[in-house]
């Protein structure tokens, strides 16, 4: 039926109207104007334990280059040699013109060195997660996920269109009763944990949660970002630390922490893995990772499993707990788990102090990195210290003097701090 003359139609809500006055544009005006955005600093050099960032040198302790690799020679040829042989790009997907020997000789390594059947690399490591569980999973399957699980697992999920089932962090008595609920779901069910909990640096209890997926039949993956290169006797990740890995169906990692470079991988079974080679939207149509980022990760994983990895793996962990401990006795609130990990969380609670802080360090000449809501649950802020194999004690003692006297100068001001 044609409109009546005088009909007009009626104006479609402005698509755009979210982006003004949303919830953080007020903080986000006055961090701005007062220079206290702790994001999107500028680092004018390489990522190393201390850094050039915007004029002045300053102490990284907010950085996941765990093994100090990324400027490593033999990390740096390896990329180099990528470039000059396959040159900057491949330009296009891993189905089509986009493999390389390099891509399946790092498969293998990752493989054998998570002592699966197989590994599949995909381009960044969020690719990872969203590719695999948003293939694997389906509408009538159900997920289940720790509250404290990165953000691309989410993203994962809900692009699965699966029945989510979220447990609150690290509590396996609400687990148990989540994988009660999906036996009755009627389809598969996956429990996805992080292995290492990115912001608050604890540890899944991987024994208890394999036990409970195998006895109520389900699949279980875990997310090895922060502890492969880092974790187990190998460099594994806390699978083989715990010693779990055959009860363990996924594990997926990074390259972007301990491997130093770019990307991601997720190792299992030929069955699954070839699926995911083969369905998978996020690996099929996305053009394959710079040749140099797949050189620099292969070098990276070959030091790691060569008499060179057990010293950085021990160094990494030692810093950690010099860290841990100096921080602690300095009267912060630190996070402190059953596992040493090279993620130091110092707890400050409210948001804006949490940034005063990590202002008043930043001018200190230390970086640390900044968590709060929607990061962390609210009054959680965090300040996120993570430290490196290359981080030597002289360094560490600076970057503790100065948390210490910001401390001072903080607390006479703004008042006491968490202790």
Not at 20 to 32: D, K, T, V, W
Not at 338 to 355: H, L, N
């Amino acid at each position: 039926m044609a409109a009546h003359p005088t009909d007009t139609p009626s104006a479609a809500t402005d698509l755009f109207a979210k982006v003004r006055g949303h919830e953080r544009s007020e903080q986000l005006r006055a961090a701005r104007e007062n220079d206290l955005l702790p994001y999107f600093r500028l680092l004018e050099g390489p990522a190393g334990p201390v850094v050039e960032m915007e004029g002045a040198e300053r102490i990284m302790l907010g950085s996941n280059n765990y093994l100090g690799l990324t400027g490593d020679s033999r990390v740096m040829a390896g990329a180099r040699d990528a470039l000059e042989r396959y040159g900057t790009g491949l330009t296009g997907s891993r189905l089509l013109n986009g493999t390389i020997a390099l891509h399946t000789e790092l498969e293998a390594e990752l493989a054998d060195w998570m002592g699966t059947e197989e590994a599949i690399v995909f381009s960044t490591g969020h690719q990872a997660n969203l590719g695999t569980l948003g293939t694997l999973l389906g509408p009538g399957d159900t997920v289940i996920a720790d509250s404290g699980d990165h953000a691309s697992i989410l993203d994962g999920c809900l692009l699965s269109r699966a029945k989510l089932r979220a447990f609150r962090h690290n509590r396996l008595d609400k687990l148990e009763r989540a994988l009660a609920k999906g036996a009755q779901d009627g389809g598969g069910v996956l429990v996805v944990v992080d292995g290492v909990f990115s912001m608050e640096g604890d540890v899944a209890d991987l024994p208890a949660i394999a036990e409970l997926c195998r006895a109520y039949g389900a699949r279980l993956m875990v997310d090895e970002a922060h502890g492969a290169g880092v974790l187990g006797a190998r460099g594994a990740g806390t699978a083989e630390l715990m010693g779990v890995e055959a009860a363990v169906d996924l594990r997926m990692g990074t390259f972007s922490k301990s491997l130093a470079s770019c990307g991601g991988f997720v190792a299992g079974s030929h069955e699954v893995i070839d699926y995911l080679r083969v369905q998978s939207r996020a690996f099929l149509f996305t053009a394959a990772s710079v040749p140099a980022a797949v050189g620099a990760a292969l070098a990276a994983l070959r030091i790691v499993r060569s008499p060179d990895g057990p010293p950085l793996l021990e160094a990494v962990r030692q810093s950690a707990q010099y860290l841990e401990d100096g921080l602690e006795s300095l009267g912060f609130r630190v996070v402190r788990g059953t596992v040493t990990t090279p993620i130091i969380p110092v707890v400050v609670e409210d948001d804006w102090k949490a940034v005063l802080l990590w202002r008043a360090l930043y001018d200190a000449g230390v970086f640390v990195n900044v968590a709060i809501h929607p990061a962390v649950p609210p009054g959680g802020a965090l300040l996120r210290t993570s430290v490196m194999a290359t981080h030597d004690r002289e360094t560490l003692d600076r970057a503790l003097a100065a948390f210490a006297r910001v401390k001072r100068e903080f607390e006479a001001e703004h008042g006491a701090l968490p202790g």
